[in-house]
């Protein structure tokens, strides 16, 4: 079956603009994470859905990033004013309640200039 | 919350040995999971494994909850074994927090 689709691929923007990035997770699958990799950090947690809610946006960096999540299914991840440390690969997940496996997207590589 | 700490960093075999990486988390885990980043970035799924033994080919995963470890075991190594092995565990919160990594490379 589809497995977890994320959208563009690969984004290139300048400092200072706003970018969207979007996940599709497994249909059926009720939770929604975002994670991302970089260089200094490795992987990290950014946001959880379950269902349509988030009740775990801890690992937010900032204030300029935001997500929601529509219809219990494709999550935006947006980033206002990008700056030069949002660049990495930005990774969603899914999973169902039972059990918890979470499967990965491939995952958008943002560049930021 | 969770700490997780894999070992070792670097790991190079030559084709056909057979290796251990290791995984140790700082409190009871709920998900444990161990992942291959193949060299295009992507998360594969290799175990979901918060206690027990599982096997899937030439790979295995012992995962000993009370003891706070977890071993994932790749016999016959072959060069497109190469690549970051991440382990990756969940307490009472939902979202994975990984280690940093194993990176392993085979050699034919």
């Known amino acids: 079956g589809a497995g977890v689709s994320q959208s563009p691929s690969n984004k290139v923007t300048e400092k200072g603009k706003d970018v969207e990035l979007r996940c599709d997770p497994i249909?059926?699958?009720?939770?929604l994470y975002w994670y991302r990799q970089s260089l200094g950090q490795g992987l990290e947690f950014l946001i959880y859905?379950?269902?349509?809610?988030?009740?775990?946006k801890s690992g937010l960096p900032s204030d300029r990033f935001s997500a929601e999540r529509t219809g219990g299914s494709v999550s935006t991840l947006t980033i206002q004013r990008t700056q030069q440390e949002d660049s990495a690969v930005y990774l969603c997940?899914?999973?169902?309640?039972?059990?918890?496996?979470?499967?990965f997207g491939p995952g958008t590589r943002l560049l930021v200039l | 919350g969770i700490q997780v700490e894999q070992s070792p960093p670097d790991l190079i075999l030559q084709e056909g040995a057979n290796s251990t990486l290791r995984c140790n988390f700082s409190?009871?885990?709920?998900?444990l999971q161990w992942f291959h980043q193949n060299p295009w970035g992507q998360l594969i799924n290799l175990f979901y494994?918060?206690?027990g033994t599982k096997q899937n080919g030439r790979l295995s995963a012992t995962t000993v909850a009370t003891e706070r470890y977890s071993l994932l075991y790749i016999s016959s190594s072959q060069t497109t074994d190469s690549g970051v092995y991440f382990c990756?565990?969940?307490?009472?919160?939902?979202?994975?927090?990984f280690g940093s990594g194993t990176q392993l490379t085979v050699l034919p």
């Open positions: 997940a899914s999973s169902q309640p039972r059990p918890e496996t979470q499967y």
């Open positions: 494994i918060p206690s």
């Open positions: 859905f379950q269902g349509n809610s988030a009740p775990d």
């Open positions: 409190d009871s885990v709920n998900n």
């Open positions: 249909s059926g699958h009720t939770a």
């Open positions: 990756a565990a969940s307490g009472s919160a939902r979202q994975l927090t």
